[in-house]
T-cell receptor, first 116, second 112 residues
């Protein structure tokens, strides 16, 4: 069964450093998402991506964040200058259709980002 | 503000017993409601998806109900198993929207 994969599973970085989180969505999916979950809190939407551009983003997704689909298979989230409060589990998701459709979003296993 | 509220926050049940989790939402305009299961340290996995016209949806021992008039949903777990220990998250989608709005989840612990 196809699945969303994410690398690395755990990333430790120093405050102020740049990190890139990588995701490989399911191959025939067209919509891609990043979510984050701070320890003990609920999952929060960051950004959605469709047709090689951002389709929607939350207030969390500020200028420090960027997304890219560099090669047609990978989908990346970059945090330019990490802060302590960026420590969280980051989930990538993909779907065949838009979120309001009767269509499942498949989530990856997540990358745990720890900022020291 | 669009909200998804779940109760209880956590519960403990004995293996073989049933339980029901609740979800209230104020999300509007509503498109669909999903229940996800999230094992510790893993990504959420979809259990059910319902639109406003659907009242109930089953997936094995999981049965979800939806009352779009009162904006309430429930997830019933029948004959619980140890593997049901997880967080169960109510997730709502808005019409013409890309993102999903998550509840805080109910942590279910099944004990032998």
């Amino acid at each position: 069964e196809p699945e969303v994969t994410q690398t690395p599973s755990h990333q430790v970085t120093q405050m102020g450093q740049e990190v890139i989180l990588r995701c490989v969505p399911i191959s025939n999916h067209l919509y891609f998402y990043w979510y984050r979950q701070i320890l003990g809190q609920k999952v929060e939407f960051l950004v959605s991506f469709y047709n090689n551009e951002i389709s929607e983003k939350s207030e969390i997704f500020d200028d420090q964040f960027s997304v890219e689909r560099p090669d047609g298979s990978n989908f990346t989230l970059k945090i330019r200058s990490t802060k302590l409060e960026d420590s969280a589990m980051y989930f990538c998701a993909s779907s065949e259709e838009r979120g309001d459709s009767y269509n499942e979003q498949f989530f990856g296993p997540g990358t745990r980002l720890t900022v020291l | 503000k669009n909200q998804v509220e779940q109760s209880p926050q956590s519960l403990i049940i004995l293996e073989g017993k049933n339980c029901t989790l609740q979800c209230n939402y104020t999300v509007s305009p509503f498109s669909n409601l999903r229940w996800y299961k999230q094992d510790t340290g893993r990504g959420p996995v979809s259990l059910t998806i319902m639109t406003f016209s659907e009242n109930t949806k089953s997936n094995g021992r999981y049965t979800a109900t939806l009352d779009a008039d009162t904006k309430q949903s429930s997830l019933h777990i029948t004959a619980s198993q140890l593997s049901d220990s997880a967080s169960y998250i109510c997730v709502v989608s808005l019409f013409r929207d890309y993102k999903l709005s998550f509840g805080a989840g109910t942590t279910v612990t099944v004990r032998a």
